[in-house]
């Protein structure tokens, strides 16, 4: 059974930082690529970051290009985000994903097998 469990998440004031950790367990990591996205009220569920199992192809929604980085160690299963300069609008529930089709890094949360259960981030301004 798959298992994807996040951490990280708070509050923060804006231009502050933040670092999720998702720790995966139930499946070969390497195997997979993993993804953020993030899902704010009232608002669609919204890719992040995505990066391949190598680490070598990795994509970020514009907003956040420049601020948040993603990375992962694929010996301690576990995906990060690092975000920086938070902004208001990056207030959200912080979900990663694993897509079983590791050599892609896909945008859309359809593509993805499995997910975590969110951490929360909150920007005050």
């Known amino acids: 059974q798959v298992q994807l469990v996040e951490s990280g998440g708070g509050l923060v004031q804006a231009g502050g930082s933040l670092r999720l950790s998702c720790v995966a367990s139930?499946?070969?990591?390497?195997?997979?690529?993993m993804g953020w996205f993030r899902q704010a009220p009232g608002k669609e569920r919204e890719f992040v970051a995505a990066?391949?199992?190598?680490?070598?192809?990795?994509y970020y929604l514009d907003s956040v290009k420049g601020r948040f980085t993603i990375s992962r160690d694929n010996a301690k299963n576990t995906v990060y985000l690092q975000m920086n300069s938070l902004k208001p609008e990056d207030t959200a529930v912080y979900y990663c994903?694993?897509?079983?089709?590791?050599?892609?890094?896909?945008?859309?949360?359809?593509?993805?097998?499995?997910w975590g259960q969110g951490t929360q981030v909150t920007v005050s301004s």
């Open positions: 990066i391949r199992w190598s680490g070598d192809r990795i």
């Open positions: 994903a694993a897509d079983g089709a590791a050599w892609r890094a896909p945008r859309s949360p359809l593509e993805y097998d499995d």
């Open positions: 139930g499946l070969t990591f390497s195997s997979y690529a």
